[in-house]
């Protein structure tokens, strides 16, 4: 029996705003742990959003680069869940109506690759635990920093594709002025859905979800890894079980982190703090009209003007 891969894409990328989301901390990366917090975005009771507009302007860039729709009156949703990296254990996300819808991602072939939404969402803290196990501390300087998460249709078949629509994505980013997209920082995040069908079977498998890949390469070989040890299973009788599995590079294999949380565990209600964001068309004109020139549109644009090859083109526009 012949196997086919499917993959879906989450990718979060955090978006060039001098300050948070929700409040004028600085989202500088690093510094001196829990030095660019404020009562907000450390969650203290009492205390009121502000969205920064900034925020939303890029997240509009964004979607226009990769040709979605943009909801004109969109909303944030409250996300509520506990963990130790978000103090107010809840995260202000959109679920319902998303900034952005139905865009896309041409890869080289001509194969298209959907994007089903982006939406805006506010990072959590970083959690680092000591090598003895005895005790972790939480760095909250990371708490609210803005992040555009993009949605992918299971459209990829294998790792190559994966990666393409990834370089892609971040090539469209960048050149658009959204996000730097450092994987090594974590401004560009993916997380990995993944499952195998017999080829020729239309409905989809039972995927996981692969978390914290931290440059292509891991992403590459995660998927390789994840989509045999599937088969495997099936080749055995076994089932798939829908879990979080955690990407370990070391051991070139992946392990089961929890079992997938769904929609309703995280008792998801509209967030009743920020008002509902209506965009109107004077806005988006403006904001289409300030768009930067996007590497596509330099690559064609230096071979009619200056004549030069397809190939140099490609390597003067590729930083
Ligand atoms: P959730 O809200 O549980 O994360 P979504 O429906 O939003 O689920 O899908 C998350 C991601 O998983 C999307 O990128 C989607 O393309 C991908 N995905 C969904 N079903 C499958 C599947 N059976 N195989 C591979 N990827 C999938
Ligand atoms: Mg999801
Ligand atoms: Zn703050």
Redesign the pocket.
């Known amino acids: 029996m012949r196997y086919e891969t499917?993959?879906?894409?989450?990718v979060h990328i955090e978006l060039l705003t001098e300050t948070k989301i929700f409040c004028s901390c600085p989202t500088e990366f690093g510094g001196e742990p829990n030095t660019h917090v404020c009562p907000v975005c450390l969650g203290l009771p009492g205390t009121l959003p502000t969205l920064n507009k900034k925020a939303v302007e890029l997240s509009v860039r964004a979607g226009l680069a990769a040709g979605c729709e943009i909801t004109p009156i969109s909303r944030f949703d409250r996300k509520n869940y506990f963990y130790p990296d978000l103090p107010k254990a809840y995260q202000i996300s959109q679920l319902y109506l998303p900034l952005c819808r139905n865009g896309s991602v041409t890869l080289d072939s001509g194969k298209i690759i959907r994007i089903?939404e982006m939406h805006m969402e506010e990072d959590a803290g970083k959690l680092m635990h000591s090598p003895d196990d005895n005790h972790t501390l939480i760095d909250c300087n990371r708490c609210g920093v803005p992040l555009l998460e993009i949605?992918?249709?299971?459209?990829m078949r294998s790792a190559e594709e994966a990666v393409e629509y990834l370089e892609k994505l971040r090539e469209l980013m960048r050149f658009a002025g959204v996000s730097d997209c450092r994987m090594q920082e974590g401004s560009l995040r993916a997380d990995i859905?993944?499952?195998v069908r017999p080829e020729g079977q239309t409905e989809?498998?039972?995927?996981t979800?692969m978390k914290n890949l931290n440059s292509f390469r891991a992403a590459e070989r995660a998927i390789k890894s994840e989509s045999a040890r599937q088969i495997s299973l099936i080749e055995n009788g076994e089932n798939i079980i829908q879990e979080t599995r955690r990407w370990d590079e070391n051991k070139d294999a992946t392990y089961a982190m929890r079992s997938?949380e769904?929609?309703q565990d995280y008792r998801y209600f509209p967030e009743p703090d920020i008002p509902p964001i209506e965009l109107t068309d004077e806005y988006l004109d403006g904001v289409r009209a300030a768009q930067p020139e996007l590497a596509e549109e330099k690559r064609a644009r230096y071979q009619a003007e200056y004549g030069l090859p397809e190939y140099d083109a490609g390597q003067i526009t590729a930083q």
Do not use: F, Q
Request: hydrophobic share 30%.
């Open positions: 499917v993959i879906g894409l989450e089903k949605v992918s249709e299971p459209d859905n993944l499952s989809l498998g039972t995927r979800e997938k769904n929609a």
